[in-house]
């Protein structure tokens, strides 16, 4: 779950970057779609560090964090066009639909939790699918 809280975070903050560095004739529906973006993610994150507290587990935010810092420095940074963030975190909401499958098949884990999982995997779902319009 930790893997997830900080794909999640990773999500939350390159979303929020880029919304907040996105420039262009899309500008004002770019910086919409992102605040959305980042929004969705950070409910996600705070629900699954939620999760991991309610039933018993000590998440270590510092390391959730840092695999979060880790992983943001592999992705481009103020590219010169909107449509590489949107490939970008499409790339990003694909590896959290892998996790998700992995997760859920996770033994031990409660129906609450796995129904919490599927929540987020059909959020990105859409999400997958308005960044694929997005992109043409």
Do not use: W
Not at 36 to 46: E, K, M, N, S, T
Not at 47 to 69: F, Y
Not at 77 to 90: G, M, S
Request: glycine letters at 6%; hydrophobic letters at 40%.
């Amino acid at each position: 779950m930790e893997q997830l809280a900080a794909l999640l975070k990773s999500l939350n903050i390159y979303a929020h970057n880029a919304h907040n560095l996105c420039k262009g004739s899309l500008f004002f529906a770019d910086h919409a779609f992102l605040a959305d973006l980042y929004d969705q993610a950070d409910g996600h994150y705070d629900d699954v560090v939620e999760r991991m507290i309610g039933s018993g587990q000590t998440p270590d935010l510092v390391k959730i964090n840092a695999l979060a810092v880790e992983a943001l420095k592999t992705y481009p940074q103020n590219p010169p066009e909107n449509k590489i963030y949107f490939q970008t975190i499409l790339t990003m909401e694909k590896d959290l639909g892998i996790m998700i499958e992995q997760l859920v098949k996770s033994p031990g884990m409660s129906e609450g939790t796995k129904q919490m999982i599927g929540n987020i995997a059909d959020v990105t779902e859409v999400n997958k699918y308005k960044l694929q319009q997005r992109i043409k």
